[in-house]
């Protein structure tokens, strides 16, 4: 039986046009909930493959989004690429920023428990980790969780480390800032010493108890080359595949006369003051010393492989050629620092 049109109203509304209309819906809603789908997954689609520091090939599709940091350079850097909650824990020496006072600290010495009750899908190390907690390790990466071992040994190293990051976190686009960045401010730095004749000379101490200093290659020595800086320790060898090496007393004072300014990394490796090092037996011949040139500059600006790197060549700078570094305007390192803290 067909429906009567009422005059002025239409044709009346059947069965199958409220069927259709109801079809019509569905296809709508299905349609709109796989756009969102897509949608989520479009940043992350294509699969991407990192090869760490240990050898491992790693191959994924997805970025990390519940990582746990043991290192604090990888903490430093996560953060200037823009990542906050995605870092559910760190290292001890994280827990004095502000950003992490409440977020969980793991070390290295913690059973797989700890971690495995965190749910990490990535636990970020360095190869110090590897070698020294190879056992729990293997535990977790037993137990399903990736894990990432990197540090690099130098600048050119550097740049892709911070690259690798930016792959991991589906942060490419900041990663690729982060370099460009860094080399901006550099090229500045070697355009403002250029010209310097002649440079100061500076022996720069990285471990005071054991006469240690930095070898070629280093993130420190590349600051204080930067900054206008000549390193009198160039025939340093570097121990155990790391970026200081032993130099001894006698090598020291061979260069006594020639040292302007004595730099000393100063931290956890270094818990050095500059009374032990004017008072160290036979140190009173440096010319440094004499002249009470010696400098202590905080540990993780000149040899974590970060941007504030930067701050680090500006401070050496500072020491080094107070006239022309003091001038700065402050925007080429300290401001560029903390927009980079705030920009992604």
Not at 132 to 149: A, D, K, N, Y
Not at 153 to 161: C, K, N, P, Q
Not at 309 to 323: F, H, R, V
């Amino acid at each position: 039986m067909s429906s009567t049109p009422i005059p002025g109203q239409g044709r009346p509304v059947s069965r199958r046009d409220t069927l259709n209309k109801d079809i019509s819906r569905i296809k709508t809603a299905l349609w709109l909930s796989l756009f969102m789908v897509l949608s989520n997954l479009a940043p992350v689609l294509g699969a991407q493959r990192v090869v760490d520091q240990n050898g491992r090939t790693l191959i994924f599709e997805r970025p990390f989004s519940r990582i746990i940091s043991l290192y604090g350079a990888h903490t430093e850097n996560l953060v200037f690429l823009g990542l906050d909650r995605e870092i559910i824990g760190v290292s001890r020496s994280d827990i004095h920023d502000p950003r992490f006072s409440t977020t969980p600290w793991f070390s290295a010495h913690d059973g797989p428990e700890k971690f495995l009750g965190a749910r990490p899908d990535l636990i970020l190390i360095r190869p110090m980790i590897e070698r020294g907690c190879s056992r729990l390790i293997q535990q977790l990466e037993r137990s399903g969780i990736t894990v990432v071992s990197l540090q690099p040994a130098d600048v050119e190293g550097m740049y892709d480390y911070w690259t690798t990051l930016g792959r991991l976190t589906g942060r490419n686009e900041q990663a690729g800032a982060m370099v460009a960045d860094f080399k901006h401010q550099v090229a500045g730095f070697r355009a403002l010493t250029k010209g310097i004749a002649p440079k100061k000379q500076v022996y720069f101490e990285a471990i005071h108890s054991k006469m240690k200093t930095f070898t070629p290659g280093s993130m420190a020595l590349f600051a204080l080359e930067v900054a206008g800086g000549i390193n009198v320790a160039k025939d340093a060898r570097a121990s155990r595949g790391t970026n200081i090496g032993n130099y001894g007393k006698e090598q020291i004072l061979a260069h006594a006369d020639k040292i302007d300014v004595f730099l000393a990394q100063q931290g956890e490796m270094n818990p050095v003051s500059r009374e032990t090092i004017e008072t160290e037996p036979g140190f009173a011949m440096i010319k440094a010393v004499k002249n009470n040139a010696i400098y202590l500059i905080d540990e993780q600006i000149v040899s974590r492989p970060g941007f504030r790197l930067l701050q680090g060549i500006k401070t050496i700078g500072e020491i080094l050629y107070p006239d022309i570094f003091g001038a700065l305007d402050p925007r080429n390192s300290d401001a560029l620092i903390q927009e980079k803290r705030k920009a992604f």
